[in-house]
Each structure stands twice: as structure tokens, then as C-alpha cells.
């Protein structure tokens, strides 16, 4: 018993242990004050961390490509407008999905369009096939 390494795991293990013990309300210092019959009461409302993080996932996987598409058009708002009225660029509202969708996969592969093409360039680069078919069913639902 001479080595310190022994003396300090001792150490940590008893700290462990009394902090995993003492869930005394009373101390502020305890954050995770939920304990007992208030994690029971929260987890009948509104289930586990894990059914929780279940059902995120669920509802993840039934949005429909408008529901995504709409989720990505956040970075499109400040030039083509909330509803896609137009600003910085065209208005994009009542226009032919496919029509969108061309223009996107022109726009990623570095090609013009318009004049002011380069803007799009750096825009579209990122997306992958299936964020522009979301793109265009999102856009498809303006009018
Ligand atoms: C920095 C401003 C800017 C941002 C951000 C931006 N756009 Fe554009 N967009 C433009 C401009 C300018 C044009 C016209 C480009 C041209 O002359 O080819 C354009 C053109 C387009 C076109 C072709 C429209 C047409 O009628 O020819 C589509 C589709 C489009 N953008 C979709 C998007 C989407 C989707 C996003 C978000 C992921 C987005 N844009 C983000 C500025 C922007």
C-alpha cells in the first residue's frame, strides 16, 4: 500500500460513491435534483431520454421532402424571400418544380444560368441530390 496510485483510486472510488449517494435536494450544487418519484412523474408525462429520442426519430423519418425542403429554405429566405417572393434573387414562388430543380443541379455543377449565376455557385455546392428534389417540392408548394 505505499504506491499513491493505490491511495488515490481509493479516493476516487469513495467520491464516486458519495456522490452518486447524496442526492440531498437541499444542495444547490446537485444539478440533477430530478430524482425518484420527480423522474418517475416526468418520465409518465413525457417518457424516457430514450422514447424521447425514439420518437424524434420517427417523426424525422415521416417528414415529407416539403417538410425538409422548407427546413433548408431557411438559408434561401434572406435573397429569395420567406415565401419565396424574390429579393436579392428571382422569385421563385409558382414556378415549375422541375424548372427548380435543374437550375439547382446547374447551379452546383458551377454552371451560369443568369448573370448573377456566381451567387448561386457557392449556395448550391454543399446539397446533395436528394436536399435539391426537397428543395423543389418545398418550392413547389409556393405560390
Ligand atoms: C446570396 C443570395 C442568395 C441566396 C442565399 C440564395 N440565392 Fe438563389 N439566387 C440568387 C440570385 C442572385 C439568383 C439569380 C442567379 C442567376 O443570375 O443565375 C438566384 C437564382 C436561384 C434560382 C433560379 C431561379 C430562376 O428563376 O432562374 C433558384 C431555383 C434558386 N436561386 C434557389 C435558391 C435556393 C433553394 C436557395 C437556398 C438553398 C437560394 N437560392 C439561396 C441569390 C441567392
Request: contains cysteine.
Amino acid at each position: 500500500m505505499n504506491n499513491p496510485m493505490v491511495w488515490f483510486a481509493v479516493f476516487m472510488v469513495g467520491l464516486i460513491y458519495y456522490a452518486t449517494a447524496s442526492n440531498n435536494p437541499e444542495w444547490s450544487g446537485n444539478g440533477n435534483r430530478c430524482v425518484g418519484e420527480c423522474y418517475d412523474a416526468y418520465t409518465a408525462q413525457n417518457g424516457t431520454p430514450l422514447e424521447q429520442e425514439t420518437q424524434k426519430q420517427e417523426l424525422r423519418a415521416q417528414a415529407s421532402p416539403a417538410d425538409l425542403g422548407k427546413t433548408y429554405y431557411a438559408q434561401c429566405i434572406g435573397c429569395h424571400g420567406a415565401n419565396g417572393e424574390g429579393g436579392v434573387g428571382p422569385k421563385l414562388a409558382g414556378q415549375a418544380v422541375d424548372n427548380i430543380i435543374s437550375k439547382l443541379n446547374a447551379y452546383r455543377a458551377g454552371q451560369t444560368v443568369g448573370n448573377q449565376s456566381m451567387l448561386m455557385w457557392s449556395v448550391a455546392k454543399p446539397m446533395t441530390d436528394t436536399d435539391i428534389n426537397n428543395l423543389g417540392a418545398y418550392v413547389g408548394t409556393m405560390n
